[in-house]
């Protein structure tokens, strides 16, 4: 069974609920990519936690947090909390590059999401986690 965080001021719902809701009430190609990022994010870390914070904000955590799930009009938007600590081969990372900490992925309407390699960066993000913890 996966984990999620608290309920408070959420309406009773828990986190995954009211990421669940959102996939639905976006009902375009938004929520279509934030469901199937969600998946991938389960699939490369059965042990994720999922959380609702910022009021409405899906965000994905493991020994802290891996990233976020943010939509917006033109574009869904991964945030990689320490995403400039993470080698990125494939070169997903296209947008907050300037940043010393995070990195983020644009996805657009019609990409091809590279599922093996983001799932290799979450996987990676999940490993700088554990290892940060365990020092």
């Known amino acids: 069974?996966?984990?999620?965080?608290?309920?408070?001021?959420?309406?009773?719902k828990s986190?995954?609920?009211?990421?669940?809701?959102?996939?639905?009430?976006?009902g375009d190609w938004r929520g279509?990519?934030?469901?199937r990022l969600r998946t991938l994010i389960k699939q490369a870390d059965p042990e994720v936690v999922e959380e609702?914070?910022?009021?409405?904000?899906?965000?994905?955590?493991?020994?802290g947090m891996i990233c976020t799930g943010e939509t917006y009009k033109a574009v869904v938007k991964m945030t990689f909390a320490k995403g400039a600590s993470l080698e990125d081969p494939s070169g997903l990372?296209?947008?907050?590059l300037e940043g010393n900490t995070r990195r983020a992925i644009d996805f657009?309407?019609?990409?091809?999401?590279?599922?093996?390699?983001?799932?290799?960066l979450i996987r990676a993000a999940v490993a700088l986690n554990t290892s940060v913890r365990a020092r």
């Open 93 to 96: 990372f296209n947008s907050s």
């Open 108 to 120: 657009h309407e019609g990409e091809t999401i590279n599922e093996e390699a983001l799932k290799a």
């Open 52 to 63: 609702w914070k910022w009021r409405g904000v899906p965000v994905w955590e493991h020994a």
């Open 15 to 26: 986190p995954s609920q009211l990421i669940e809701t959102r996939i639905i009430e976006l």
């Open 32 to 35: 279509e990519t934030l469901a």
């Open 1 to 12: 069974m996966k984990k999620s965080g608290s309920t408070e001021g959420t309406g009773g």
